[in-house]
C-alpha cells in the first residue's frame, strides 16, 4: 500500500491531476494476487501528458503507452497500460468537471449509454458516479476528490426510479422484438436482443437495490446475489446463452424463459425500492 500511495501521490504532481482514485476489485477488496491495480486519474485540462509519460518511464524502466485525453475512446477517456514492480497497472483519466456534470444528471434521474469499446452493452455514464462511491482515494492534494465522493456514496433515488422504469418497458420492448428474428431463426439478432434485456434487469435489479454497475462483466452474477433478485437469476439468465440454437423452435423457448425471467424481475421492481 505504501508503494500505491507513493505512486498516487507522484501522479497528483502532475500539472492537470487534482485526485488520484483506486478502483476495481483492489477498492473492493475482492482482488486476487495477481489482479490489476485500476487508478483513476481526475483531472482538468490542461494534462500534462509528456511528464505522465515520463513518471510511466520511470516507474517501468522503459516506454509505457501513455494516451492524450480522449485517446481510449469518448467516455473511459484514456489513460495508461502499464506494468510496474511486476504488477499490471492500469491509469484511467477522468475528467472531474464532466464527472460532476454526470452526477448532477443523476441526481434529476438522467443518464447516456455511449458507444465505448470493451463495452457491448454501452458505457452508462452512472458508472462514473459509481466509481467514485466504491473506490479508496490514495491522493488528493486539495480534499476536493474526497469530498466529492461522499457527495455521490448515496445512490440517488431519482437514478433508482428512472433505470427500473426503462427496464421495465424496454426489457419486455426488446423480447417482443426478437420473436421476429425467431421466426426467421436469426440467431444473431436474438442473441442481442437478450444480452440487451439481460443488461436492462441486471441494471435495475442494482438500482432497486442501490448498489452501482461499473461494467458487463460479472455484472450478472453481482446481480444474481442482491437480495432482490428472483431465485437462481444468474443461472437462469446466464443459461439463455448456452445454447440457443439456430432453428426457429429453439430461439422461440429461450425467449420464453427469458420472458418469465423478466416478468419476475418486474413484479420485483414494482413493488419499490428493497430495504437497505
Not at 2 to 21: K, Q, T, W
Amino acid at each position: 500500500m505504501e508503494r500505491l500511495i507513493e505512486i498516487a501521490d507522484r501522479l497528483s504532481e502532475v500539472e492537470g491531476v487534482v485526485g488520484v482514485c483506486l478502483g476495481g476489485s483492489r477498492a473492493r477488496g475482492t482482488h486476487s494476487p495477481d489482479s490489476d491495480f485500476d487508478l483513476g486519474l481526475y483531472y482538468r485540462p490542461p494534462l500534462d501528458t509528456d511528464a505522465l509519460r515520463r513518471l510511466a518511464a520511470e516507474l517501468t524502466g522503459g516506454p509505457g503507452e501513455v494516451s492524450e485525453p480522449g485517446g481510449w475512446g469518448p467516455w473511459v477517456d484514456g489513460g495508461g497500460r502499464l506494468t510496474v514492480d511486476g504488477h499490471r497497472m492500469d491509469w484511467i483519466y477522468r475528467d472531474l468537471d464532466r464527472v460532476r456534470r454526470v452526477r448532477e444528471e443523476c441526481g434529476e434521474g438522467r443518464f447516456e449509454i455511449g458507444t465505448q469499446p470493451g463495452h457491448p452493452l454501452g458505457f452508462h455514464s452512472p458508472s462514473y458516479v459509481g466509481e467514485l462511491a466504491l473506490g479508496r482515494v490514495p491522493a488528493d492534494p486539495t480534499g476536493e476528490l474526497r469530498a466529492l465522493r461522499e457527495e455521490v456514496r448515496p445512490h440517488p433515488e431519482a437514478l433508482r426510479g428512472a433505470l427500473v422504469e426503462n427496464a421495465r418497458w424496454e426489457a419486455p420492448f426488446t423480447l417482443a422484438g426478437a420473436r421476429k428474428g425467431a421466426a426467421r431463426g436469426d440467431s444473431f439478432y436474438v442473441a442481442g436482443c437478450l444480452f440487451r434485456a439481460v443488461g436492462l434487469l441486471v441494471h435495475a435489479l442494482h438500482a432497486h437495490a442501490g448498489s452501482w454497475v461499473l461494467n458487463e462483466k460479472g455484472a450478472v452474477r453481482e446481480a444474481g446475489g442482491l437480495s432482490c433478485a428472483p431465485p437462481d437469476f444468474a443461472d437462469r439468465a446466464q443459461g439463455l446463452f448456452s445454447a440457443l440454437g439456430t432453428d426457429p423452435v429453439s430461439l422461440a423457448a429461450a425467449l420464453d424463459v427469458a420472458d418469465a425471467l423478466t416478468a419476475e424481475v418486474c413484479e420485483v421492481l414494482a413493488g419499490g425500492p428493497a430495504p437497505e
